[in-house]
């Protein structure tokens, strides 16, 4: 079919190449074959089935690094401080870890199908713009997040290196900004050495602490209070929830067959040991 039209050949020919500029970038990225590229390509754009790899399996060895870290170490330990007995605190870690951790990885189990990060399949619930005000609220707490972390670990960098504390956080803040842009395999490669290095290194600072506190006197004090109880799960639990607006920017890279239930047992066994491994330092 023909279509006629009075406007002048100068219109006709802008609409032409604003159309075909249109057709250009609406073509997708070509694909990658998986560890052809160490660069990270994908931001919130969909990853395609041909870039996929991996098993839900990589998602335990992930989580448990990441939560086997002073910053965990700190949060658990501010249900001691705050008033709480160490008894009845580690109790109510466990149950806010395996609350908060269970939400946390059903987020992870939808990554596979969908392939989007979480932000940006929370478009369905909030809508284009309404997801702006969760987004926000995300980076407000992700500044928070880095921040706090950084200056933690890079005061650890400082006195294990003698650098002093700024150049600790420095050179700590680099290194994260480094990983983060070289992306997800160097990620997940970090995972499973940091995985395997700080289990051990926790398991020895268990050892080491039970060989200076006398165990049973420190959990003698049973006395059950509900406001630091709940302080304890909430304190978890808001540890946990904390990493659900991201968790499926990790688990989307794996093949779209991969198991729901796999995904989201491997995410929450990696998430919830790593972090319930640190109470030690209660």
């Known amino acids: 079919m023909t279509i006629y039209s009075r406007a002048s050949p100068h219109r006709l020919l802008v609409a032409k190449e604003h159309t075909l500029s249109m057709a250009e970038a609406a073509q997708p990225v070509r694909p990658a074959a998986p560890g052809a590229l160490l660069v990270e390509r994908r931001s919130i754009d969909v990853v395609p089935d041909e870039e996929r790899h991996g098993s839900a399996f990589s998602q335990f060895t992930l989580w448990l690094g990441a939560n086997l870290q002073i910053t965990a170490v700190v949060t658990g330990a501010l249900a001691v401080v705050f008033g709480g007995g160490a008894f009845w605190s ?66 650890a960098v400082g006195e294990l290196t003698h650098l002093g504390e700024t150049p600790g956080i420095v050179v700590f803040a680099l290194v994260t900004a480094v990983t983060a842009t070289i992306g997800y395999r160097v990620i997940h490669a ?43 799960v909430s304190l978890s639990a808001s540890w946990q929830l904390a990493f659900g607006p ?23 066994a990696g998430s919830a040991l790593g972090s319930m491994g640190v109470p030690p330092a209660l």
């Open 246 to 268: 991201y968790v499926a920017g990790y688990s989307r890279y794996l093949p779209r067959t991969t198991s729901a239930r796999a995904t989201f047992w491997w995410t929450l």
């Open 190 to 232: 970090l995972g499973r050495v940091a995985s395997a290095v700080c289990a051990l290194a926790f398991v020895y600072l268990g050892i080491r602490l039970l060989d200076r506190i006398d165990l049973a006197a420190v959990l003698h004090d049973r006395a059950f209070h509900l406001p630091m109880f709940l302080l304890a």
């Open 90 to 155: 580690l109790i109510g870690l466990v149950v806010g870890n395996l609350l908060g951790g269970a939400v946390m990885a059903l987020h992870s189990a939808q990554g596979p199908r969908l392939g989007l990060p979480q932000m940006i399949s929370s478009r369905a619930q909030f809508g284009v713009r309404g997801a702006v005000v969760p987004l926000l609220l995300v980076i407000v707490m992700y500044v928070g997040f880095f921040a706090s972390g950084s200056v933690l670990a890079g005061q």
